[in-house]
């Protein structure tokens, strides 16, 4: 299943100039703050497996791939200088053990100075000769890969482009929506595949050939969780073994669109049930915490509003017993629900910039007691956020209230008819808006 099934590249043809147009405002900035003249970009190199010659898969540098839809292309080198027409020196080795890259084509091209290179020594004339004017972004293992640049990441200028990475440009939101569609697609036939009593393996290879991507090519392992395995929040199994019965399914996967993400969670009963009725009870609440996305709102304040609900919803279903007040300072909530309400979402699946207070680099704290939580940011337009609330059945936690007032306060009974279900996540991916909300997850499911 191809890429353009979920997008048209015309689509992208009228949004793409103004995104390249915003990157380089944003980089003339980080130029100008860190004092230099030209951002050599590199894409990345090969990491080499310990004592062996073969690779990890390659994951091209984020900054990288903000300008250019070039998500397995190593040894690459984006040369910006304000003014000038960027510079894409783009290797393409000749080689007879892997296909060469394909030369380069798409709606990107005519955007950029495309140098073709055989051989990576061969970047080194193609580069800006005054050294001293040049920052490096990139990660760098090998010395000879940045040619001499001694900057190499100043915090001057990525502050700058971590902070503003969080505001996504129209290009960005037309990836991410079709990013969703793909995942929406792969939800669907890993739950058909849950329902025909398939194994997590089988309903992994579902999933992936409905998105028409591989472990390589997907933003993150997929967490294909059948029944208490729901509990485990980063289940990173697929077992092969078929479960004579399958209770209960929590799927955590999304799809990459020209190296965007999409990142959806969703729970499901194997049959009608006091269980189901939790999950629907868990999407209302969850669609809830949505309607509350607007530019302005504290991230954090929501993220602690959800402990309220949450310890209403607790109380409702007699999972637990005490004041809304009493259970989260108690921290009856964090056990049930342990991980943060969600983070941004990009070209990194926990994209970068979530607790920066402006573009120096400041820090805005958790609050006391979520060491978990992965942005703290106030929302603004056209950021791309998760809402994700959870309720788990984790013995861990339960374990560790033992001896204080809040294990009093669990419904110990209750807790253990919920155990063989595991747990329930609801998440989906939503971009702020001025008054409101665009919910991408429902918007791809609707469609």
Known sequence: MSTQQFIDDT???????????????????????????????????PKPKFLDDCFYPFQANPHFVSWLPLTTMPYCYLVYTPGEKPLLIYYQEKDYWHTPPASPAGFWTAFYDIRIVNSVEDVAELLPRNKDKCILIGEITDDSHAFGIERINPNTAVNILHYERARKTPYELECMRAASRRAVAGHRAAEESFRAGSSEFDIHLAYCRAVGQTERDLPYGNIIALNENGAVLHYQHQSPVVHEDSRSFLIDAGATVYGYASDITR?????????????????????????????????????????????ALLVELDLARGSVDALIVNGVTSAFFPHGLGHLLGIQVH???????????????????HSFLRLTRTLEEDQVVTIEPGLYVIDMLFDNLRGTPAYAMLNQERIDWLRPYGGIRIEDNIRVLDDGAENLTRDAFAS
């Open 267 to 311: 729970a499901y009963s194997s049959e009608s049930s006091e269980y189901q009725q939790l999950i629907d009870r868990m999407d209302s609440m969850q669609q809830e915490i949505v309607s509350e996305v607007r530019a302005g709102v504290d991230y954090a304040a929501l993220h602690l509003r959800t402990h309220e609900k949450l310890a």
């Open 351 to 369: 994209d970068v910039g979530g607790f920066m207070a402006d573009e120096s680099g400041a820090v805005i704290d958790r609050p006391p007691g």
């Open 11 to 45: 689509v992208l043809d009228r949004s793409y100039p103004a995104h390249v147009n915003t990157l380089k405002s944003r980089h003339d900035r980080a130029l100008e703050k860190a004092g230099g003249s030209h951002v050599v970009i590199f894409s990345g190199a």
